[in-house]
Nanobody, 128 residues
Framework: VQLQASGGGLVQAGDSLRLSCAVS????????VAWFRQAPGKEREFVAS????????YYTDSVEGRFTISRDNAKNTMWLQMNSLKLEDTAVYYC??????????????????????WGRGTLVTVSS
């Protein structure tokens, strides 16, 4: 199973960007998916996650109300819609998949051990 994140780029503060995470090798419905990011010189942090069915979504406080995570299991793809981007959103964004049947919270780095599959990151740069 592989994850491929894409959609990063250079945008201005206040702009929007949509990241995609494509799953290959197995149906995406077997996985909860999370987005993490890592800014230069900082630790990796949880951004958002979505349950297998898409019924539940979770966000870190700093992106709540600006970012929306979604998925279409028929397309084996998940998205992270990022609106009102801020300078501090600049980071490499990674998607990761959790095959567990039990739903986990990844907030503050909890349960990261269940995210068994990681994609290569996509760089988002927000300029002023």
């Amino acid at each position: 199973v592989q994850l491929q994140a894409s959609g990063g780029g250079l945008v201005q503060a206040g702009d929007s960007l949509r990241l995609s995470c494509a799953v290959s090798g197995r149906a995406s419905s077997f996985y909860a998916v999370a987005w993490f990011r890592q800014a230069p010189g900082k630790e990796r942090e949880f951004v958002a996650s979505i349950s297998r069915s898409g019924a539940h979504a979770y966000y870190t406080d700093s992106v709540e109300g600006r970012f929306t995570i979604s998925r279409d299991n028929a397309k084996n793809t998940m998205w992270l819609q990022m609106n009102s981007l801020k300078l501090e959103d600049t980071a490499v964004y990674y998607c990761a998949a959790d095959p567990s049947e039990k739903e986990h919270s990844y907030y503050r780095g909890n349960n990261v051990r269940y995210l068994e599959i990681w994609g290569r990151g996509t760089l988002v740069t927000v300029s002023s």
